[in-house]
């Protein structure tokens, strides 16, 4: 009697109709397609609500009466809101039909948190769609369209709408495409006398989106690193030491005074210049740092416990610095 005395309320407010339906009508109109010929896609972000998606599916034609409507409502409201996504509706459905249809969206969004490594994107798409281990480990390990080994750092962050059944090549495609597109664009401003080497500039970035506290810091972590390269310095980037260490357990592990001294072609405590691949994907914020490095003299610094960056011209100056901020 609830279910009935809701239903008519729905009605009579939405639409300005009484109920008067029977049970076994109800039951049927649960079930039977509510025939339409049309199909539509309809796209539903984060914390849309109900009312406004099954309205949306009205306007489409996917609705065409007041009794689906109220029943998609009513199903939807037990069970749950729609998942963000796409849905592909095919010509007309049921209340049933769509209430089902809102826990499985066509395509699903995927956001990928700028300064993941390959591995943590892997696992953002393996929740999202469902992977198995075995295409996890696949996505992760296997760059098959790109000419760069591990192609870490090309994985451009951000939110992708992807389909659910979507191939890890065809996720890496569509990846890569816009990280070219973006890239493109910045270059074309940043870098029209050809200054910067790509591969250069996106490890360059990687360290920076690792080592920043935010935004603001960028463009003088950017230029802190461009001075030791310069001055042919090892860049010690404690960042390094984390993508040598990190496991799935914790990809980004506080580094040891210990882990300065690891055998490894990324210790740039060990080693003078670049790593040999980035260690993160960057977002578009560090790539542009990268290629804009702020003008200083410095070639220290450190985060305070406040998050506050603090820069220095040598190493004496540093250590004055550790000793009051840290």
């Not at 740039?268 to 993160?280: A, F, R």
Request: aromatic letters at 10%.
């Amino acid at each position: 009697m609830k279910f009935l005395g809701l239903l008519k309320k729905i009605f009579t407010a939405n639409n300005g109709f009484a109920l008067a339906i029977s049970i076994s009508a109800i039951i049927y109109t649960l079930n039977i397609t509510d025939v339409k010929n049309t199909s539509a896609i309809i796209f539903i972000e984060k914390g849309s609500d109900t009312k406004t998606v099954l309205e949306r599916l009205q306007e489409q034609g996917v609705i065409k009466n007041r009794i689906t409507y109220g029943l998609a409502y009513i199903l939807t409201k037990i069970s749950g809101e729609p998942e963000a996504g796409a849905y592909y509706f095919r010509n007309g459905m049921s209340a049933l039909a769509i209430n089902n249809k809102f826990k499985d969206p066509d395509y699903k969004y995927v956001a990928i948190q700028e300064g993941w490594r390959k591995e943590q994107v892997a696992a953002a798409y393996a929740k999202a769609l469902n992977w198995d281990e075995e295409k996890e480990k696949e996505f992760a390990s296997n760059f098959p369209v790109c000419p760069v080994a591990g192609r870490e750092g090309y994985l451009l962050p951000g939110e992708y709408l992807v389909p659910k059944n979507a191939s890890a090549q065809a996720i890496l495609i569509k990846m890569e495409d816009r990280f070219s597109e973006k890239f493109s664009s910045l270059t074309k401003v940043k870098n029209s006398a050809n200054i910067f080497d790509e591969d250069q500039v996106v490890k360059i970035a990687s360290l920076i989106q690792r080592e920043a506290g935010g935004k603001s810091d960028m463009r003088l972590i950017s230029g802190v690193i461009w001075n030791r390269i310069l001055k042919e310095m090892p860049l010690q980037i404690d960042a390094t030491l984390q993508y040598v260490k990190g496991d799935e357990d914790n990809w980004w592990p506080v580094p040891k005074s210990a882990d300065k001294y690891l055998d490894s072609p990324y210790n740039l405590y060990q080693n003078k210049g670049l790593p040999p691949t980035p260690i993160s994907n960057p977002g578009l914020a560090a790539i542009e740092a990268a290629m804009n490095p702020l003008q200083t003299s410095c070639l220290f610094y450190l985060h305070d416990k406040r998050g506050n960056i603090h820069c220095s011209t040598n190493y004496k100056e540093h250590l004055s610095n550790i000793k009051r901020y840290l």
